[in-house]
């Protein structure tokens, strides 16, 4: 069963505007780790935030928040105030078992934003 | 700090030839994984190392893939007789783990370059 799912293959969005990518994720284990990656054309992942399961708070960096709604499984990434070099693909993943404990990470398929002008 | 460093960025090999790809993580990170990612697959997780403890091999697509860790640091992942299906971008990450940690040390995966393998 897919674990991550990300509905998005593409999106647009104008400079200045916000922007939301959707994750949806499915487990059994009350403890996980929901993360967002960004991979520009580069190739190289670039981790923006997390997100974990027993946090009461939606969690923040700089114009990244991670919209997290347990009961509706959905983790989904804002990204206020787009900016020209946001244009990427955008990965969310999910790491299960208690924070402390190494674990694999599962993807979805991402969602390739892009900025325009 | 320096970040995750992968080596070859790029490998071209002809099929049925032995490769070696090489990682060297964040300096202290204890946990190290490599991943695999391609057009069709996307982004599979292939194993990771913890401390001393044996690897996690579960995601390993035959048994022509291994990895070994030296030192608790730099990592090799070797594809033997290799196949034109292994042809993808193979990454690797490290992390920080800690028995007990909580709060905002979320174990963040910090991924390298990653290496191209092509095999023709």
């Known amino acids: 069963a897919q674990k991550i799912t990300q509905t998005q293959p593409g999106m647009f969005v104008q400079e200045k505007e916000a922007v939301t990518l959707d994750c949806t994720y499915d487990?059994?284990?009350?403890?996980?780790?929901l993360f967002w990656y960004k991979q520009p054309s580069s190739g190289e992942m670039i981790f923006l935030i997390y997100?974990?399961?027993?946090?009461?708070q939606n969690a923040t960096e700089g114009r990244y928040s991670l919209n997290f709604q347990k009961a509706r499984k959905s983790a989904n990434l804002v990204i206020s105030a787009s900016q020209l070099g946001d244009s990427a693909m955008y990965f969310c993943?999910?790491?299960?078992?208690?924070?402390?404990?190494?674990?694999?990470?599962?993807f979805g398929t991402g969602t390739r934003l892009q900025v325009t002008l | 700090g320096a970040g995750v460093s992968q080596s070859p960025s790029n490998k071209v090999t002809e099929k049925g030839k032995d490769v070696e790809l090489r990682c060297d993580p964040i300096?202290?990170?204890?946990?190290l994984y490599w991943y695999r990612q391609s057009l069709g697959q996307g982004l599979e997780f292939l194993i990771y190392?913890?401390?001393?403890?044996?690897?996690?091999k579960s995601g390993l697509p035959s048994d022509r893939f291994s990895a070994e860790r030296t030192g608790g640091s730099v990592s090799t992942l070797t594809i033997q007789r290799t196949q034109q299906e292994d042809s993808a971008v193979y990454l690797c990450?490290?992390?920080?783990?800690?028995?007990?940690?909580?709060?905002?040390?979320?174990?963040?995966?910090?991924f390298g370059p990653g290496t191209r393998l092509t095999v023709l």
């Open positions: 487990t059994s284990d009350p403890s996980y780790g």
């Open positions: 997100q974990g399961s027993y946090d009461q």
């Open positions: 300096s202290g990170h204890t946990a």
């Open positions: 190392f913890q401390g001393n403890s044996a690897p996690d």
């Open positions: 993943a999910m790491r299960e078992g208690l924070t402390g404990t190494a674990s694999k990470l599962t």
């Open positions: 990450a490290s992390s920080l783990y800690r028995v007990g940690a909580s709060g905002k040390s979320p174990d963040t995966q910090y």
